[in-house]
């Protein structure tokens, strides 16, 4: 393993945990109903001021990071993975992003 290997891999094990205790926290939040966690209005944050949620978006900026460099190590997330996934997320049938954080947090309770 060269030195810039074992750099990236300290880095990808301190985003790791920053991210996870992150997201649960933003994930309770969301199921007890606070939206913009997911980005469903993103586009229309000027005129809705109340779904800015700076936390939010420090935990989608963290997962492209993780995901990013664990790319180039070989390496994936899940829970970084399944986010960005959920965050991807539109259209008429998806639902809720209370839901979905709903949904997000009963998998992460069963592994």
């Known amino acids: 393993m060269t030195k810039r290997e074992r750099i990236q891999e300290a880095r990808l094990l301190e985003l790791e945990s920053e991210f996870r205790p992150m997201l649960l926290s933003c994930l309770r939040q969301c ?25 939010a978006k420090q935990l989608k900026e963290l997962a492209i990071e993780i995901r ?39 998998e992460i309770d069963k592994s």
């Open 68 to 106: 990013s460099l664990g790319l180039e190590l070989g390496l994936a997330n899940d829970a970084c993975e399944r986010f960005l996934e959920l965050y991807s997320l539109r259209g008429s049938n998806v639902p809720g992003e209370p839901k979905l954080a709903a949904q997000f947090l009963a």
């Open 31 to 55: 199921a007890q109903g606070r939206w913009g966690l997911f980005g469903t209005y993103d586009r229309l944050t000027p005129a809705l001021p109340y779904v800015i949620w700076p936390e």
